[in-house]
């Protein structure tokens, strides 16, 4: 059974970094896509930001193009999600997703993980 637990959320002030880390484990990650999603209160679950496990491209919503970097270490089964210039507007709960393809995660399918609350503090 895949398990994916984040962390690394937290209270920010505006213009400040997070690093939000997702740990997967379960079974092998090697060919599976994953993705960052997140929901503010109020609205939809929306999508962040994803990448291929092994490598190679990267995909960002517009509004935190330049801002968010997403990468994975393969070694620890761990993606991240780097947070820079941090606004009000990026306040949700953020969470990692899993699926065995791209188009499958970035369209809400897959595996799940708890989510982690970002703040982001004007």
């Known amino acids: 059974q895949v398990q994916l637990v984040e962390s690394g959320g937290g209270l920010v002030q505006a213009g400040g970094s997070l690093r939000l880390s997702c740990a997967a484990s379960?079974?092998?990650?090697?060919?599976?896509?994953m993705a960052w999603f997140r929901q503010a209160p109020g609205k939809e679950r929306e999508f962040v930001s994803a990448?291929?496990?092994?490598?190679?491209?990267?995909y960002y919503t517009d509004s935190v193009k330049g801002r968010f970097t997403i990468s994975s270490d393969n070694a620890k089964n761990t993606v991240y999600l780097q947070m820079n210039s941090l606004k009000p507007e990026d306040t949700a709960v953020y969470y990692c997703?899993?699926?065995?393809?791209?188009?499958?995660?970035?369209?809400?399918?897959?595996?799940w993980g708890q989510g982690t609350q970002v703040t982001v503090s004007s």
């Open positions: 997703a899993a699926g065995d393809t791209i188009v499958t995660v970035t369209s809400g399918r897959g595996y």
């Open positions: 379960g079974r092998s990650f090697s060919r599976y896509a």
């Open positions: 990448i291929k496990w092994s490598g190679g491209n990267t």
